[in-house]
């Protein structure tokens, strides 16, 4: 297994190989070769997570596998330089799909054990040519260098550099001479760029080259004729533009299998060219999938192992009918067999949370000079969902502040502290540097307040109160949308589905003013738009009421329906009010106090009972026990706070008294007197018992 990354073995392991092997030919940071498990036609792989799962990480540690042993590329979608044409490029001549290629092509050119450099000039006279259409008004200085970089493509051998710098220099001359007379510019460009394929060689495959674009359509057998429409496709944009970007596509992939071609390639090269494209939902990543994948579907093959990586489930329209796997699931083979639709051709790969036992090596690796709590990797576990980048930062975080925090300060504390990660940059709350990267920054604001809403009903009675006029449904709509298009999960009784998530916005919360003022402001709303009498709106006016330190109405809902409610129901009740979010100790009227987090710990021990005058005409027993339950599972389930194991034996015994209760389902609450506390020191949710797919769920949280 590789050194820095955890959980991903299926794709990296040699023994037996897993998927990058098996796709590529060679064991990762070896020239050795690996049994394909496609050798006919490969899948266009594309890994699919949310945001922090580590897409980006494993396309990296791709390219230090591979890289020096076979053609490796790796591009950024999300780079600048894919958003926007170079100064003084007109548009018109240029576009994201264009430039990925150029920069693929470079990146492939560079030579690997064994063997030379592999050359592009069906790439490269193809790109001059749609250059060319925005050398009007260019000078020669400008047109020399991008001609020079593109002719690059053609070397084969190091010599080549004086060669490319001169033809370069008659490319100009051609373009500049063309530009000031009524000569068609394109034309003399594309005319020089073809002697220059023919002067360079005469060997058989720059012959081959260098006629390739007499099939394109309507070229009359003419390479040249060929090259001119191309450009002039290129520059109408639309349709015309993405027929012209298919063959460029087409021109990579056929400049690749040329170069694989022959015994004496077969020889020297082990291994299949590999493409890496990081952030492929956006352009020019979801470009290049639908031209490869078109071309496969039509029987032109090529031999290039692509793995791309996308944000969310690929929902993209071009990916519908792609085969669907969890990563774990491709560990020693695929199961891919396309049929006759064009997405079929793609294999989508979903990453999936990391395991607890990863969680652990992770947080001892990065805490390897320091002490840490021995619950501190499963409360990390529990509180991140096995999310990486969550991890890697709470542990980077523990590193940092465990040693300046005082012993009482609650495992949160990790969130709020401040985080240094560049030298060169002034720390900042943990919290914050996650929801940078887990969050669609230009809706941090919105989510902020609607992470405490529980569906589209309660996300507009908040909108409505706390948001702009201009944010009404439509945008809430358009807000659900793109959270599944992020890859957030949906879960009833959530507007943010994703725990980990919905906990960082939520801290931003409560952060956000000195005074708390917009904690207050949301929950009072929520509280109010919950405000009816039926069961279904009580639990969640009781979660808010909890989340602002009000306790009373939560215990006299719980204990006047003890002997009322399904015990089930009652426990489900029960788990969803105690979920409520409790940032800071707060006192009998919400506001924070100083000291130790430690007050839901005292009343669920009982060291309160003393102090508490229960309601006149109630159980004072059952009244004493439901507000120590309810306090010991406020805790415990709290994912800012340590698992206490005494804590924990004092769950079990307020449940065990509870089931002794003859008018109560004891079967229900004695099995809870033995799931939960067990459950809560490994860092698992609680469940009501007899949920049993919910619960095999959370134990199965095995990384692949």
């Not at 001479?177 to 594309?190: E, N, R």
């Not at 400049?255 to 020019?284: C, E, F, K």
């Not at 909108?463 to 709509?477: E, K, M, N, T, V």
Request: charged residues 25%; glycine residues 8%.
């Amino acid at each position: 297994m590789l050194r820095r990354l955890h959980g991903r073995g299926a794709l990296f392991d040699t023994e037996p190989p897993g998927l990058a092997p098996r796709l590529v030919g060679l064991r990762p940071h070896h020239h050795i070769a690996a049994p394909v498990e496609h050798p006919r036609e490969l899948p266009f792989v594309v890994l699919t997570a949310g945001r922090g799962l580590g897409k980006s990480a494993v396309l990296g540690e791709l390219r230090t596998a591979y890289q020096g042993h076979t053609p490796v590329a790796l591009i950024d979608c999300e780079d600048s330089q894919f958003t926007r044409p170079p100064e003084q490029r007109p548009a018109q001549a240029w576009s994201p799909l264009a430039q990925a290629l150029l920069v693929i092509a470079e990146q492939l050119a560079e030579p690997v054990t064994g063997a030379r450099r592999i050359a592009f000039p069906r790439l490269m006279s193809g790109l001059i040519a749609v250059a060319a259409g925005g050398w009007g008004n260019a000078d020669s200085d400008r047109i020399r260098w991008e001609v020079q970089r593109m002719l690059l493509l053609n070397e084969s051998g190091s010599w080549f550099s004086g060669f490319a710098a001169r033809w370069a220099g008659r490319v100009a001359a051609k373009a500049v001479a063309a530009a000031i007379s009524d000569d068609p510019l394109v034309s003399a460009v594309i005319e020089a760029t073809l002697e220059a394929m023919t002067e360079r060689s005469a060997g058989t495959r720059q012959r081959r080259a260098s006629t390739w674009y007499r099939t394109y359509p309507n070229a009359g057998d003419r390479a040249q004729l060929g090259l001119r429409l191309l450009s002039d496709h290129f520059r109408a944009g639309g349709t015309s533009r993405e027929h012209a970007e298919r063959y460029l596509v087409r021109a990579l992939l056929a400049d690749l299998t040329d170069a694989y071609t022959g015994m004496r390639a077969h020889l020297q090269r082990l291994g299949r060219p590999l493409v890496l494209v990081d952030n492929a939902h956006g352009s020019p990543g979801r470009e290049l999938i639908e031209q490869v994948l078109r071309d496969r579907a039509e029987g032109i093959a090529d031999q290039v192992a692509f793995i791309a990586a996308a944000r969310g489930g690929s929902g993209q329209s071009s990916l519908r009918n792609a085969v669907r796997r969890d990563l774990r699931e491709t560990a020693q083979r695929t199961r891919w067999t396309p049929n006759d639709t064009v997405s079929s051709r793609a294999l989508l790969v979903s990453l999936p949370p990391l395991s607890s036992d990863d969680t652990l090596h992770i947080v001892d690796a990065v805490c390897t000079a320091i002490s840490v709590p021995a619950e501190l990797p499963a409360a990390t576990h529990r509180l991140t969902g096995g999310n990486p980048l969550g991890i890697a930062l709470l542990a980077e975080s523990a590193r940092q502040n465990l040693h300046r925090l005082p012993p009482t300060a609650p495992f949160g504390a990790l969130l709020t502290a401040d985080l240094v990660l560049h030298e060169d940059r002034e720390g900042r709350p943990a919290y914050r540097e996650l929801l940078d990267r887990l969050v669609p920054a230009d809706r941090l604001g919105e989510l902020t307040v609607l992470a405490a809403a529980h569906d589209h009903e309660s996300a507009c009675a908040l909108a409505a109160a706390q948001l702009p006029d201009d944010f009404g449904p439509s945008g809430i709509r358009a807000l659900e949308s793109r959270l599944l298009a992020e890859g957030l999960p949906a879960v009833p009784g959530q507007f943010v589905g994703d725990a980990f998530v919905r906990t960082l916005l939520l801290l931003r919360l409560h952060h956000r003013h000195a005074d708390h003022g917009k904690w207050r402001d949301v929950h009072e709303t929520l509280g109010r738009h919950y405000g009816g009498p039926e069961p279904a709106a009580a639990r969640y006016r009781l979660h808010h009421e909890l989340a602002l330190g009000d306790t009373g109405p939560a215990v006299a809902y719980l204990r006047d329906t003890f002997h009322t409610l399904d015990t089930g129901t009652w426990l489900d009740t029960l788990l969803f009010v105690a979920s409520a979010p409790y940032f800071h100790a707060h006192d009998a009227e919400g506001h924070d106090f100083a000291g130790g987090d430690h007050q839901r710990a005292r009343i669920a021990f009982g060291r309160t009972d003393a102090e508490q005058r229960p309601p006149d005409g109630v159980d004072a027993v059952l009244h004493l026990r439901v507000r120590r339950l309810l306090h010991a599972v406020w805790q415990l389930t709290d994912p800012l706070v340590l698992p206490d194991r005494k804590l924990c034996e004092r769950l079990r015994y307020e449940l065990v008294q509870l089931s002794d209760d003859p008018r109560a389902s004891n079967a229900l609450l004695w099995q809870a007197s033995q799931e939960w506390p067990e459950d809560a020191l490994a860092g698992r949710p609680l469940r009501t018992p007899g949920d049993e797919e919910s619960a095999a769920d959370d134990r199965n949280d095995g990384g692949a």
